[in-house]
């Protein structure tokens, strides 16, 4: 499905898309896919950690903001992702084969 309305997107390392895909398929191909929620949740908190370094760590590096700043910035960050983290892991811990697979679908669409 194509959509027309304007994106942003990111990049991530080959590993990381390997992995993606493979858990993808592993959980869409599952006959109990609940099995495959806490490693979802733990791909969810590792995507959610690249994009939010992408679209916020990195630029404050090329933007030249000095060690304070920077590390003031990691820091936040870093406490702000484990909280979000939780919050991942809970909610999709709970879903079950159909909110699973929406899930996948979901990361799927956005992969291309």
């Known amino acids: 499905?194509?959509?027309?309305?304007?994106?942003?997107?990111?990049?991530?390392?080959?590993?990381?898309?390997?992995?993606?895909?493979?858990?993808?398929?592993t959980l869409e191909q599952a006959d109990d896919?609940?099995?495959?929620?806490g490693a979802l949740g733990e791909l969810v908190v590792e995507l959610t950690n690249?994009?939010?370094?992408?679209?916020?760590?990195?630029?404050l590096q090329l933007a030249g903001v000095g060690f304070?700043?920077?590390?003031?910035?990691n820091l936040s960050m870093a406490a702000a992702l484990k909280i979000i983290g939780s919050v991942i892991r809970n909610i999709i811990g709970r879903?079950?084969?159909?909110?699973l697979i929406a899930?996948?679908?979901?990361?799927?669409?956005?992969m291309l």
């Open 1 to 25: 499905m194509h959509n027309a309305n304007p994106s942003l997107r990111f990049f991530y390392s080959d590993e990381l898309h390997a992995k993606t895909l493979q858990l993808l398929d």
């Open 33 to 37: 896919a609940k099995k495959h929620r």
């Open 50 to 59: 690249t994009g939010m370094d992408y679209y916020f760590i990195k630029p």
């Open 68 to 73: 304070v700043v920077q590390q003031s910035a």
């Open 95 to 99: 879903m079950d084969k159909a909110q």
């Open 103 to 110: 899930v996948c679908g979901y990361i799927r669409q956005l």
